[in-house]
């Protein structure tokens, strides 16, 4: 039976951040993609909280949590995340995060390391000097409010291609949309870290898992974003790491394919000789 879910804001001094918790035991704090929000994880947390007390986060300026008064840091949402656990009560747990999730699940690594247990790090891209201009030129673009409304298709026909279902892409395009009209803050914030990134992350010292949806680096190299092999600058940062990969349907891995995700998670989580 899945356990029930239920949503919380945490109260900060740049507004309100919106958490789902459930299940109960070890906690495993889940932070989602770019420009999505927890929904990400709506249908996995059921399934995790089975086991552990699963929390998922949305950042600030996306989904139903507030838009900060600055430009948040990769480094400033690591900070929120150590704000949700205080609140929590939590002193230690597992994180996994996707795509910008992941940068800051590895800056909560090696910024606060008494803090993480085991790290979960999903699709985290190696942007370089290149990417890092590319994702400035998206921030720059914004998503623009147009008066005729054709941005409301235009979203809609950029997520069909690949999510794989109508419900599926409605779900994203709301989370799309609750971002147009303010900055691109998780763009701003992973194009000024990602170069900073391999230095950063090599100072984790706790047990990594690393996923990848291959049909997922091959959309971000399609878009000229990153190579592919780009992605292996993690596994180099953190040679201690695992690597599990997925195919077909991992574009939205977390929604597309949620009990294969789940498996390896226990898994790793569940292993004490990793």
């Given amino acids: 039976m899945n356990k029930p879910i239920k949503r919380a804001f945490l109260d900060t001094e740049d507004g309100q ?7 109960e035991g070890e906690p495993l704090l889940l932070l989602h993609m770019n ?14 909280a089975q086991n552990y007390c699963v929390i998922a986060m949305d950042f600030m300026g996306f989904g139903d949590s ?18 949700l656990l205080d609140e929590l009560g939590i002193e230690k747990t597992n994180i996994m995060g996707n795509h910008t999730g992941a940068f800051v699940s590895g800056e909560v690594a090696a910024a606060y390391p008494e803090r993480v ?3 979960i790090l999903c699709n985290v891209a190696g942007f370089g000097e290149a990417g890092k201009v590319d994702l400035m030129r998206r921030f720059d673009e914004g998503f623009v409010i147009q008066e005729d409304g054709s941005y409301l298709m235009e979203r809609w026909l950029a997520r069909a291609r690949y999510v794989g279902s109508a419900e599926l892409n409605h779900r994203w395009v709301l989370d799309d949309l609750k971002c147009f009209g303010y900055p691109l803050y998780a763009v701003w914030a992973v194009g000024n870290y ?3 990134a391999a230095e950063r992350f ?4 706790s047990p990594a898992l690393i996923l990848w949806g291959i049909d997922d680096v091959e959309e971000f190299e399609r878009l000229g974003l990153a190579l592919a092999q780009d992605r292996y600058f993690l596994s ?4 201690h790491s695992k690597v599990v990969e997925f195919s077909n349907g991992t574009i939205c891995m977390m929604n597309q394919i949620p009990e294969k995700i789940a498996k390896t998670v226990f898994e790793f989580l569940d292993s004490a000789n990793f």
């Avoid at 420009?35 to 995790?48: G, K, Q, T, V, W």
Wanted: a positive charge.
């Fill in 194 to 196: 990602c170069i900073e």
């Fill in 17 to 23: 951040i919106l958490y789902r918790i459930g299940g």
């Fill in 35 to 48: 420009p999505r929000s927890s929904d990400e994880y709506r249908e996995l947390m059921p399934i995790l």
């Fill in 202 to 205: 090599s100072l984790i010292k």
């Fill in 66 to 83: 507030d838009k900060p008064p600055k430009l948040y840091s990769v480094a400033d949402y690591a900070k929120t995340v150590i704000a």
């Fill in 117 to 119: 247990n085991k790290l």
């Fill in 236 to 239: 180099q940062a953190l040679p």
